[in-house]
């Protein structure tokens, strides 16, 4: 087949895409994307566009006198199948949030490229999120490991994904036992100043490679967009992706927080917390491999901590509790949540009473039954940080149950005006 003349016909015959923009300055700019440097500026949309056919003929025949080439436009729809790079942590939040939304990756990533297209919210269409707890209890030591030799003897243990977490030991093993006590401390720290999700380690599972099927049609929009930002395709979904998937999480965060959609209010959990609760007291001392793997340990020590001050044993309940502080247990929100769904829970009276035994009966270590001062004092302060959280929670016990009898008066007053009112 022979080979069309490229002359100034053969390109004007070209389906080249053109942008007008509003000028700063009053009217209009036109420009050929395809075609860089071919532009024009004109005091209307009508007026403007006739110029910028000149102008493409000029530019054209400038082109073809330097011996240039001229850039053509692609024939054809994009087929809608490509390859993403994205960072290996995006990729792994996105995986995240497609389970957490029971959908595809491919369909996760396709759905938030499409919101983002079409200027909607990320969650537009997306359905009901529901978090894995699965997920978020198992990283909790799956923390990296970085181990490295000094040139002066001894080593430094850190965690990469948690920045400045780091410790040093003569040799590995006590450069690791270090490093176990700093996450704790680093974690702690966290907490204390307000920023309540942990980091998330880096995912050794994720390549940061998506191989996508979208529509024909998504696939030609996203293109124009990164024409239109004079970057690649690939940029542009990576761009659009992390804002897309930054503002979901922050909203996450938020629902988590008030508690409309908290991990232990999913049906699973509270079927998961019921029959915990009817095994502990069965037998309160059972291992917790004979409870529901739904819960996070932090859960299951709580549980059984709620159990022993049931029934005044306040020496194992004190030992729980220490387990669920060891696991970072939110003593406000998620204790009182965890605590809303057990079947037939103690009076809050009864609670209180345990948990002032707990406080004040049940005897700290004694420095001088330790090895070491230093030992019995954290020993010490760890034991009046649990009692401190336990007294948190009983006390927002009350206050919800302060709240609800509020609440009661309230309906029952408004319910007397309106008899009287009608009377």
């Known amino acids: 087949m022979n080979e069309p003349k490229k002359d100034p016909s053969y390109y004007r015959s070209l389906p080249y895409s053109t942008e007008i923009l509003p000028s700063s300055e009053g009217g209009f700019v036109a420009h050929h994307p395809s075609l860089p440097g071919c532009a024009v500026e004109g005091d ?28 053509e436009p692609a024939v054809g729809e994009p087929s809608g199948r ?115 999700e942990e980091p998330e380690p880096l995912s050794a599972t994720h390549s940061g490679t998506i191989h996508l099927r979208m529509p024909p049609e998504l696939h030609a929009e996203l293109i124009r967009e990164a024409k239109r930002n004079e970057i690649s395709l690939n940029q542009m979904m990576i761009f659009l992706l992390a804002d897309a998937v930054g503002e979901l999480r922050t909203q996450h965060r938020e629902r988590g927080r008030s508690g409309r959609a908290a991990w232990w209010d999913s049906p ?13 007291r069965r037998d309160p001392d059972l291992s917790d491999s004979n409870l529901p793997r739904v819960l996070p340990a932090r859960a299951t020590h709580f549980l059984r901590a709620i159990i022993h001050l049931e029934r005044d044993r306040l020496a194992k309940a004190f030992e729980s509790l220490q387990d669920a502080v060891k696991e970072r247990l939110d003593f406000g929100e998620e204790a009182l949540g965890l605590f809303d769904k057990i079947p037939g ?79």
């Open 44 to 71: 209307d949309v009508i007026g403007t566009l006739a110029a910028l056919d000149e102008g493409r003929d000029l530019w054209i025949r400038a082109k073809l006198e330097a011996g240039e080439p001229i850039p």
């Open 82 to 196: 490509l390859m993403l790079r994205v960072p290996i942590r995006l990729h792994q939040q996105l995986d995240g949030l497609a389970r957490d939304y029971g959908k595809s990756l491919n369909r996760m990533t396709s759905e938030l490229l499409l919101n983002s297209t079409n200027v909607l919210p990320p969650w537009f269409g997306l359905g009901e999120w529901t978090p894995s707890t699965e997920a978020a209890d198992a990283r909790r030591h799956a923390y990296v490991y970085w181990l490295t030799p000094q040139p002066e003897g001894g080593y430094v243990a850190e965690h990469p994904d948690l920045p400045g977490c780091a410790a040093v030991g003569d040799d590995p093993e006590e450069a690791m036992a270090e490093l176990h006590e700093a996450r704790e401390l680093w974690l702690e720290a966290r907490q204390e100043a307000g920023l309540e």
């Open 268 to 280: 699973a959990v509270e079927e998961g917390i019921g029959s915990a609760v009817d095994v502990l």
């Open 345 to 423: 829970p103690p009076s809050t009276r009864r609670l209180y009473q345990a948990a002032l035994g707990v406080a004040f009966d049940f005897s700290e270590p004694d420095p001088s039954s330790t090895d070491g001062s230093d030992l019995a004092d954290d020993q010490q302060k760890f034991y009046r940080k649990v009692k401190g959280h336990l007294m948190e929670f009983v006390l927002g016990v009350r206050a919800n149950e302060s709240r609800d009898v509020q609440k009661r008066l309230q309906t029952r007053r408004k319910r007397f005006a309106e008899l009287a009112e009608a009377a």
